[in-house]
């Protein structure tokens, strides 16, 4: 199959013995130490993500006036989900 010229390198980077085994721990993400959306949650329970596409000019909008006024993104939109929607039982 591989006859070319690092044919024998290629060969050699396949074994098994060669292979890296190691699987990460925990891929799961989560909020930065300092960053507190302000709403009790279940801390238990995974966080995932939320994609929503708006105009690149709003959200530079929306992301500095967040940062002026000492908050995060992610909280704003938690907080207007949680007051329109509620929360599960």
């Known amino acids: 199959m591989t006859t070319g010229r690092y044919g024998d390198l290629i060969k050699k980077a396949r074994e098994p013995e060669n ?3 190691n699987l990460p721990v925990n891929q799961n993400t989560g909020l930065p130490e300092s960053q507190n959306t302000g709403l009790p949650e279940n801390q238990n329970e995974p966080e995932v993500n939320l ?4 105009p690149k000019s709003l959200r530079q909008h929306w992301a500095a006036e ?8 992610t909280a704003v939109i938690m907080a207007a989900l949680s007051d329109r929607f509620g929360k599960p039982d």
């Open 51 to 54: 994609c929503v596409k708006v």
């Open 19 to 21: 292979q890296n085994a």
């Open 66 to 73: 967040a940062k002026r006024q000492g908050t995060t993104m």
